[in-house]
């Protein structure tokens, strides 16, 4: 049962333009929801999160909104760099402690 | 500060045989979880462990077990391997609440089960 969802495998955009990635969730009592992204080879890197109580969070390139009436959540990444070509994966908690569910991953490829 | 260390990078074993990764977690964090990466399933999660105590599991079969240690390193074990545990198996520490935090996680072992 996948309860958080990513339904965009990939997206291309080009260097200094907005990479908008989406992602939606079945479970209302998530309370946590955070957006990782991976190299090959690596693993994840914790990137932003946000909790239920909050609609917006902001961390230099990357906000993350929340919309829980809809169950869905995005990430904005501004201005887009080379760099942050990779595979971006959204994940949400039942709780501060809890495990995480895991999206299948959005592939970001930043053209220059 | 020194990272999530996981060892091997990479191990190929034979099915029906165990295996054990290891995972150190950053210095200080006493949360440790696992997870299961593979192309068909994701990321999925395997368990989390604090102070030594089990507190999630994920739906995997009795197969797959951990434990923590008192220096908070764990260590995952997979006994008769089959051939779909063939997988990217991470490690991810926290010293608070991780999901409001961040989990950090390591590089990985990849095990290939033939």
């Known amino acids: 049962d996948q309860q958080v969802k990513q339904n965009s495998p ?7 333009r907005i990479s908008i990635l989406n992602c939606d969730y079945t479970n209302s009592m998530f309370d946590y929801f955070l957006w990782y992204k991976k190299y090959p080879a690596e693993g994840p890197t914790f990137l932003i999160s946000i909790s239920s109580i909050k ?3 902001e961390d230099g390139r990357f906000t993350v909104f ?8 995005s990430l904005h990444i501004v201005p887009s760099q080379p760099g942050d070509s990779a595979v971006y994966f959204c994940a949400a908690s039942l709780d501060s402690w809890g495990k995480l569910q895991f999206g299948a991953g959005t592939q970001v490829v930043v053209t220059p | 500060k020194a990272g999530v260390t ?10 029906g045989q165990q295996v054990t990764l290891s995972c150190s977690p950053i210095s200080g964090h006493r949360s440790v979880s696992w ?3 593979t192309p068909g399933q994701g990321l999925q999660f395997l368990f989390e462990y604090f102070s030594e105590t ?17 220096n908070s390193r764990s260590e995952m074990n997979v006994s008769t391997l089959e051939l779909g545990d063939s997988a990217l198996y991470l490690c991810a520490s926290s010293s608070r609440g991780g999901a409001g935090y961040g989990y950090t996680f390591g590089s990985g072992t ?4 033939v």
């Open chain 1, 10 to 16: 990939s997206l291309s955009v080009q260097e200094g």
């Open chain 1, 55 to 57: 609609d917006k969070n």
């Open chain 1, 66 to 73: 929340l919309n829980k009436s809809a169950k869905h959540l």
């Open chain 2, 6 to 15: 996981q060892t091997p990078r990479y191990l190929i074993k034979t099915r």
């Open chain 2, 35 to 37: 997870y299961q990466q």
């Open chain 2, 54 to 70: 089990q507190r999630n599991k994920g739906n995997f079969p009795g197969r797959f077990s951990g434990r923590q240690f008192s």
């Open chain 2, 110 to 113: 990849r095990l290939t089960v």
